[in-house]
């Protein structure tokens, strides 16, 4: 099956260099670009494709708003894409905001290029891009930095409805770990591992493993830098 992609972003060469690198995988198919948030948007409900990637800084509409556009549809808009944010060190500081927004992810401009086709089919499968270290500890540090205690309250009550292995996978996708990390940790057959992850995002009304870290913390199951 082909993986439908957008690329959005404010420089040119960006979007072709992204555009040529993916559209010479068989299974990815390249349907358009924008240079803003705003065309992003309107390209993105015109093609209905199954990944956006979106860059964080650009004119008219930047990509943290532009992901919540997409990810938070206005009535009569049923096409939901998957969104991976680009990224560089410098502005870090929209990625926590974007993940709570439902963004799937994140990846850096200059990963290398195995890294963003890899990124483009994990996040196409549904999976959050969370795995590397890097990610986690940025996740932690964001989480420190902007407390919600209200929301903090309000997660802690939904946590009720969890059982307590439930809870246990909840812990384990929060501090990074994989399926099969999670399925050695509490001595579990991977699919049955699958199958709680599922659980859990179904009763927290969660659409992936990005947002259910998030809810980690927000909620106070895990404590932000712990275990990192």
Known sequence: MTTRVIIVDDQAMVRAGFAALLAAQSDIDVVGDAPDGVQGVELSRRTHPDVVL?????????????????????????????????????????????????ASGFLLKDAPPADLISAVRVVAAGEALLAP????????????????????????????G???RETEVLELIARGLSNQEIAEALILAEQTVKTHIGRVLAKLELRDRAQAVIFAYESGLVAPGSGN
């Open 54 to 102: 979106m860059d964080v800084r650009m004119p008219e509409m930047d990509g943290l708003e532009a992901a919540r556009q997409l990810l938070t549809p206005p009535p009569g808009v049923t096409h939901r894409p998957k969104v991976l944010m680009l990224t560089t060190f410098d502005v870090d500081d929209y990625v926590y905001e974007a993940l709570r927004a439902g």
């Open 162 to 164: 969890l059982t307590p």
């Open 133 to 160: 270290s890097v990610t986690r500890r940025l996740i932690a540090d964001f989480a420190r930095q902007r407390p919600a205690p209200r929301k903090k309250d309000r997660a802690s009550l939904r946590l009720n």
